[in-house]
């Protein structure tokens, strides 16, 4: 028995799809970006000399990293409701899941690449007078974001791709967005051969980017 | 006498379990230029490291112009506090020169040498690029402006080093081993900037190996062993004529395979 292959119903709902694609892009973004700024403080909390901000910025990574991502998305969306009273709607459930989540991943990238700072960088910047968020902004993040890159764009990535979990939320990103189509056209193999498509039409382009990003941020080695 | 610009009291250092320098009284004044050598351990670099804060002291007191830094708390003498500000401030004034260089890689050497100035000093960029340039130009690398560190000699990337230092124009310079990790021929060029510097009639400490610059160089040599002070005087006084047996054998080291 051989599958005829039948892309037209696709096609036919692309303004759809595109629609999933744009959303997908939209609610990786905010999450990237709100969880660079999560996992900086969440960073700077953990090389932080004080036990009392070094904890509860571990107890926080140690809870993502060692939960299903699935389980947060639940948690925003089904149980603040319940146990808060708070209802939020599903892109804010998701972007809040994926930040939270993403920042503790980036923590630890962004804790990593601080502490690879070789101690005479440090203290080459203390010796001419510089405070601690003097020498942390001028020599030892510059240095810092160079090293970081390679796996802050793997993290961004596996958040692109986790994005795909908002579905569960009823959220219309890609994903979502497919299993609309292929309930009106009953073509799923046609449907998530599409999706697969897109996904790594879109994150082909992102890693071009990034290797433009990268290459521009190590011009000095 | 004039007066001591930087003065140490009862100085310990503990690393651990390790005792490193165990009580040492020291005063530098104007225009003095101190060589401390001693075998490796001993506690030359510390000593040195702890006069900008880069290591702190266990106990003991360091002051700058008569005023003691740090603050004691009530009921506890034996420790004191040093606020960042403060220590930013002394750092300032008694610049440090590296055995590693230390140089920030993701700079330029006229960016390297204009840092301080911009960033602590908050001088104008026009002004600091002029400062910086007239001290590259000093130690012989006016040429070498918009390179980036990492692709200069050792020597060279020392020399960037010193200029970076000298630009904060402070009032004492350390030099911690700062041809220890040159390459034989790289040495030279070094210690002749560091000799100028001499000329000049500024105040610096400097910890070496290399004794015949320590003799030509210094106006007190220090013999540093076991944290202790173990002798101190003229250049012809420890290094020629050493009264201690212990000073004695350190430098016959040297003299071993001379020819």
New interface residues.
Partial sequence: MTYQWDFSPILARWPMLLDGLFNTVKIAAVAIVLGVLVGLVLALLRLSPRRFLRLPASVFVEFYRNTPPIVHFFWFFYALPVVLNISLDPLVAAVLALSTQSGAFYAEVFRGGIRSIER??W??????????A?LMR??VL??AA?RMFAPFVERSFELIKTTALASTLAYGELLYRAMMVNSETFRPLEVYTAVALLYLVLLVSCSALARVAEARLTA?? | MPEPILQVSGLHKWFGALHVLQGIDFSVAAGERVAIIGGSGSGKSTFLRCL?F?EMPTSGRIALDGTPLGRVSAGKPDTVRYP??E???V??RV??V?Q????????TVLENAM??LV??KRMKKAEARERALRELDKVGLGGKTDV?S?RLSGGQQQRV?IA??LA?EPEILLFDEPTSSLDPELVGEVLRVIRQLAEEGRTMLLVTHELGFAYHFATKVIFLADGVFHEVGTPDEVLKHPRQERTRAFLERFTEFSF
Avoid: D, K
């Fill in positions: 005479g960088q203290e080459g910047a203390r010796a001419l007078g510089m405070s601690h003097q001028r020599i510059p240095q160079t000095y080695r | 900008n880069m960042e500000g220590l930013c401030r750092r300032e610049g440090m590296f590693q260089f230390n140089l920030f890689p993701h700079m840092e301080g960033t602590v980036y990492g080093a970076r230092a904060m």
